[in-house]
């Protein structure tokens, strides 16, 4: 069973349209959700958990419809916020069993889960602490504990390293990490900072002006654009001309600097076109360095494809 089905997915707000026609299927695992400011994250986001209603279209997480069904998907759903989301005066304890009676389970069963959680997110000593107390770093803890205290299936994190110092975010993505590898459980994670998604995720969808422009598994959409780096001595012009011949061929070059070409093989793998021009032009080829597309070459390849009018 997919993990998360949306099509033709539509959202407005008045005259914005958050949402225009995204579809996806994504199978579990640690799914890295990107996209710039404005692009449909939280929306979409929101109708994945039931707080929001599309305007048309469907969504369904783990097989439950996130319209008619909007109350059984947060029971096996986590989510962790990007923003604070406290009731003053409780303790953290209190408050993660709170959460989890919130999402259905008996008061008892809750605290016993509550205290259970607190101590895996390292927030054990600081449990009977008012939450108002916590660092920046405690209260992003905490947020995943209050995810987690009903054994969801599936966890949303939506920016969960928002704020921290290195030293805070390096625990936070090492928790991530463990949630998904360790434990089995999906992940949705949403943030800005490629690193960290790179640094967590296996799969990746990007959201760029209300649609899906880009999803798939990471190691796929990294290797699926190889190139090599030359370094091409010779004549300015002999050297153009040894890259026009490859671009009749199918190449793609892209002009560096200090000699070096960035060249894109119409066969992966397959160099001696380029050997071949380069004799012909008496261009000296002196180094190849072999390489793979960067995530932030995938996004911004994914992003520059979106046609559509902004969102928001």
Request: aromatic content about 4%; proline content about 5%.
């Amino acid at each position: 069973m997919p993990l998360i089905e949306i099509a033709d997915l539509h959202k407005r707000y008045g005259g914005v349209h958050a949402l225009r026609g995204a579809t996806l299927t994504l199978e579990p695992g640690a799914i890295g959700l990107l996209g710039p400011n404005g692009a449909g994250k939280t929306t979409l986001i929101k109708i994945l958990l039931g707080l929001v209603r599309p305007t048309s279209g469907t969504a369904r997480v783990l097989g439950l419809d996130a319209v008619r069904e909007a109350r059984a998907i947060r029971g096996v759903v986590g989510y962790a916020p990007e923003r604070d989301a406290y009731v003053p005066n409780l303790s953290g304890a209190r408050y993660v069993a709170y959460c989890g009676e919130l999402s259905g389970m008996p008061p008892t069963e809750a605290r016993k889960r509550a205290h259970e959680v607190l101590d895996y997110v390292r927030l054990g000593e600081a449990r009977y602490r008012d939450t108002q107390t916590y660092s920046t770093g405690m209260r992003q803890r905490l947020k995943i504990a209050q995810a987690l205290v009903h054994d969801p299936k599936l966890v949303i994190l939506d920016e969960p390293t928002n704020g921290l110092d290195p030293a805070g975010r390096l625990e936070i993505l090492k928790l991530c990490r463990e949630l998904a590898e360790r434990h089995g459980i999906a992940l949705l994670f949403s943030s800005h900072l490629l690193p960290d998604v790179e640094a967590v995720c296996d799969q990746l969808v990007v959201v760029a002006r209300g649609q899906v422009v880009e999803q798939g598994r990471l190691s796929a959409l990294r290797a699926a654009t190889t190139f090599v780096d030359a370094e091409l001595r010779g004549d300015a012009g002999d050297v153009g001309g040894c890259c026009r011949a490859l671009e009749r061929g199918g190449w793609r070059t892209e002009p560096g600097q200090n000699g070096v070409v960035r060249l894109h093989p119409a066969a992966a793998g397959d160099m001696l076109p380029l050997f071949g021009a380069a004799a012909t032009h008496g261009v000296e080829v002196r180094r190849l360095a072999p390489g793979r597309t960067t995530l932030q070459e995938v996004f911004e390849r994914a992003v520059a494809s979106a046609q559509a009018p902004a969102g928001g």
